[in-house]
């Protein structure tokens, strides 16, 4: 069994930062890739940003590109997120997810475990 916890969400002002931790345990060798998506109400779940847990390559949805910083820890077995210069549209519920497949994906449907979400309000 695979278990995804999320932390770090909270409370900040416009231009400010926060970095989200999702600690992963059970089977975490069996996930290629790992991936920060968000909801805001009312609307689908999108992707923020995934690295692939064994050389790290990165890869960003173009709304975060040079504010966001995805990390992963492999003796941990955690992966950040690390936000900057935060905007109020960046309020939403962060989830963190796993992918069992070697290529990566931008869908979240093809995430097959994920976390219970850390909420992130974002203030002007």
């Known amino acids: 069994q695979v278990q995804l916890l999320e932390s770090g969400g909270g409370l900040v002002q416009a231009g400010g930062s926060l970095r989200l931790s999702c600690a992963a345990s059970?089977?975490?060798?069996?996930?290629?890739?790992m991936g920060w998506f968000r909801q805001a109400p009312g609307k689908g779940r999108e992707f923020v940003a995934n690295?692939?847990?064994?050389?790290?390559?990165?890869y960003y949805a173009d709304s975060v590109k040079g504010r966001f910083t995805i990390s992963r820890d492999n003796v941990k077995n955690t992966v950040y997120l690390q936000m900057n210069s935060l905007k109020p549209e960046d309020t939403a519920v962060y989830y963190c997810?796993?992918?069992?497949?070697?290529?990566?994906?931008?869908?979240?449907?093809?995430?097959?475990?994920w976390g219970q979400g850390t909420q992130v309000t974002v203030s002007s």
């Open positions: 059970g089977r975490t060798f069996s996930f290629y890739h």
């Open positions: 997810a796993g992918r069992t497949y070697s290529t990566g994906s931008y869908s979240p449907s093809e995430y097959g475990y």
């Open positions: 690295i692939r847990w064994s050389g790290g390559s990165t």
